[in-house]
């Protein structure tokens, strides 16, 4: 499966990936070489398990930051 995903890190990019049927959105991070503990996956808009399997749509990685 072909599809285009958003990259939220620092500056804006996109990438065009290609995964196979069946693969989850933690196959497209490790795809992608970005650490899971580190970002947000949405789907449409709406945040996704890691766990569940890619499906095309609007998918967009954002990197979490967090402060104290």
């Not at 996109?14 to 933690?26: I, K």
């Not at 795809?31 to 789907?43: A, D, I, S």
């Amino acid at each position: 499966m072909k599809f285009t995903v958003k990259l939220f890190e620092g500056e804006v990019s996109s990438r065009d990936v290609e995964l196979p049927d069946g693969a989850t959105y933690f196959d497209l991070l490790s795809f992608l070489r970005v650490n899971p503990e580190t970002v947000v996956v949405f789907r449409d808009g709406v945040p996704v398990a890691f766990d569940e399997q890619v499906r095309p749509a609007r998918i967009e990685v954002m990197r979490v930051v967090s402060g104290g």
